[in-house]
Every structure is written in structure tokens, then in C-alpha cells.
């Protein structure tokens, strides 16, 4: 039988597809508005702080960090390969080790809440 | 005695002219192009989260950081395309997960239409619970 690892790059692929497509957009409208001068009460230091010190809330801030730059990473690879980069083993290495970097940056940061 | 060779394989080139050869293909490049914006916006927050950690005086130059003309078209152009993806995702879910009730298939506008109702709703209730109105 075949061995592949497909499906361990691809399940968080999906995941995160699924998982972005709900919440990316108004995560963004989030920091639109505190660009443009109007940040949602939430931004405040203070409750910020306080919301990411719950263990529930740390959990899901790294999942989805983790499951969105995942996702990114796959789908770039597969961008490159569609752009005539023909060299898939060192974009892969190199984007998901990105991710995979990010993601243990958010969860550093995390553990300082 | 071998054979004197001559040949002249067939090399096929790799261009990426082919994205501008129909429309189809241009709003699939589009589509794989979000994962740009939504990996670098994730990225800004991975720093965002740094500046919080880091206390007050941090965060609040970040929060001025993010209020910079280029930042703001960075986060205009960024919901663009991950309004795109969401578009594009829920459309796809009826072909990735069918759903079949006794002998019908369900019809594929109603999964879609589900996916884009929970996401309003989701949407909405984000807005609300941030304070942002």
C-alpha cells in the first residue's frame, strides 16, 4: 500500500480553509476599524489583556493563528507550482517552516498573558 | 556499437502566461492569491500579539502602527480577498461534502446558502461582542 503524507498537510489545509473563510474577514474588519481611528472597545489594552488571559481564549488564538497560516502556506505552495516553480520540496520546506514559526511565536506570546 | 544519438526531446515550457488565457483561470489565480493576504494578515497579529505582551506603552504604537495610509489599503485590499475566499469556499462546500437525506441529494444552493447565512451571522455576532457598534 501506498504510504502518503497528503492527508497531514492537507487536513489543516482544509481546516483552515473552512476556519478563515468564517472568521478572517470580520477579524480584519476588526483591525480596519482600528486603523481607521474607530477601534472596537475590545482593542483597549486592558480588555485585551484580560481576554487573552483565559486558557479557552489562548487555545483558540493559537489555533487559528496555527490553522491560518497553514492553510496560506499549502496554498501558496501550490501557487508557485501553478507559476512554473517547479522546486516543491524547498517551497514547502520553507513555507510551512514559516508557518509553523509563526505559530510558535503567537504561542511565546501567549504564554506572557 | 551504439547508437550515434540525435535526438531532441520535446522540453515543455513553464510560463505563467496561461493565468491571463480566460477569465476562469484569472479569478483562480485571484482566489489562491488571498492566501497572501490572509497568511500576512495573520502575521501582523502574531506581531500585534508580541506589542501586547510586551504592555501598554507597546500596544498602543502598534494600534497607531496599524493607522498608517499603507496599512489602511493593506487591510482594505485584505478583506477583498478574504471576502473572495469565503465566497469561493462556501460555494465549493456542496461538491466537498454532498449531503444526501433518504434517496435525494440535498440541492447545492442550500448547503451553500447555509454556509453563507452561519457566516453572517457569525459575522454580525463578532461585530456585537467586540463592541464595535
Known amino acids: ?96 517552516a514559516v508557518a509553523l514559526a509563526g505559530t510558535g511565536a503567537a504561542v511565546l506570546y501567549l504564554t506572557k498573558f | 556499437m551504439a547508437e550515434e544519438v540525435n535526438r531532441k526531446p ?8 496561461w493565468i491571463v488565457r480566460h477569465p476562469r483561470y484569472l479569478r483562480y489565480m485571484v482566489r489562491e492569491f ?3 493576504f490572509i497568511g500576512g494578515w495573520t502575521l501582523l497579529m502574531v506581531w500585534g500579539l508580541k506589542q501586547l505582551a510586551e504592555g501598554p506603552v507597546a500596544w498602543a504604537a502598534f494600534l497607531e502602527c496599524i493607522k498608517s495610509p ?14 473572495y475566499h469565503s465566497y469561493t469556499w462556501f460555494n465549493l462546500a456542496p461538491k466537498a461534502m454532498p449531503l444526501q437525506i433518504g ?19 457569525l459575522t454580525a455576532a463578532v461585530l456585537y461582542l467586540a463592541g464595535a457598534f
Open chain 1, 1 to 96: 500500500m501506498a504510504i502518503s503524507n497528503k492527508p497531514i498537510v492537507w487536513g489543516p489545509f482544509a481546516a483552515g480553509g473552512t476556519l478563515t473563510a468564517f472568521v478572517t474577514p470580520v477579524l480584519i474588519l476588526l483591525t480596519l476599524l482600528a486603523a481607521l481611528g474607530h477601534a472596537p472597545d475590545l482593542l483597549a489594552y486592558d480588555r485585551l489583556h484580560a481576554f487573552l488571559g483565559h486558557w479557552v481564549v489562548k487555545v483558540a488564538v493559537a489555533g487559528v493563528v496555527f490553522l491560518s497560516l497553514w492553510s496560506a502556506a499549502h496554498r501558496l505552495r501550490i501557487t508557485c507550482y501553478d507559476l512554473g516553480v517547479r522546486a516543491d520540496v524547498a517551497v514547502a520546506t520553507v513555507l510551512y
Open chain 2, 10 to 17: 520535446y522540453v515543455r515550457p513553464i510560463t505563467s502566461e
Open chain 2, 70 to 83: 499603507a496599512s489602511v489599503v493593506f487591510h482594505l485590499v485584505a478583506l477583498g480577498f478574504a471576502a
Open chain 2, 34 to 36: 488571498s492566501c497572501l
Open chain 2, 103 to 121: 434517496d435525494d441529494f440535498v440541492p447545492e444552493a442550500a448547503i451553500a446558502g447555509a454556509h453563507f447565512a452561519v457566516w453572517a451571522v
